[in-house]
């Protein structure tokens, strides 16, 4: 990793549910092909971290994306997110797009809200068997 890379931040967070997408995946390639409409969600702060293990078997996955603008139609669909299978595109601010899951390991992702802040958090931690992957067109 260059030190480009460690310090660029995710500047956009996309996602799609795998039964619409076309994906062209590869296991232990560190490149993934996604087709389909990606919907953007807004963001206040957003995180991701991935790490592999000690046997380097698995990848420990972290993830989690407070949002604080919402309105209805962005509460039901946060709410038609939580626990389905997606793809998340994380855009960086170095022009990299990295996917996390796949069509074999998609992420399932958690909600929880609090009523004094008025926010919402989607997140997931995981463990796959593959690192996220670097978005390659078709």
Known sequence: ????????????????YIHSCEISN???N?????????????????????KQDGQGEE???NFSAIIT????????????IKNNAVLLRLDYT???SKIVGSDEFPVILSLSSTS??????LSFKRNSPEAAKFLQSF
């Open 30 to 50: 560190d490149k993934i092909s996604v087709t389909g409409e990606w919907k953007q969600l807004k963001f206040a702060s957003i995180e991701y971290t991935e």
């Open 1 to 16: 990793m260059t030190l480009n890379n460690k310090i660029a931040n995710i500047y956009s967070l996309q996602y799609m």
């Open 69 to 80: 603008e919402f309105d209805n139609k962005t509460e039901n669909e946060l709410n038609s």
């Open 116 to 121: 004094t802040s008025h926010t919402y958090t």
């Open 94 to 96: 170095n022009n990299i």
């Open 26 to 28: 590869i296991p232990g």
């Open 59 to 61: 990848w420990e996955q």
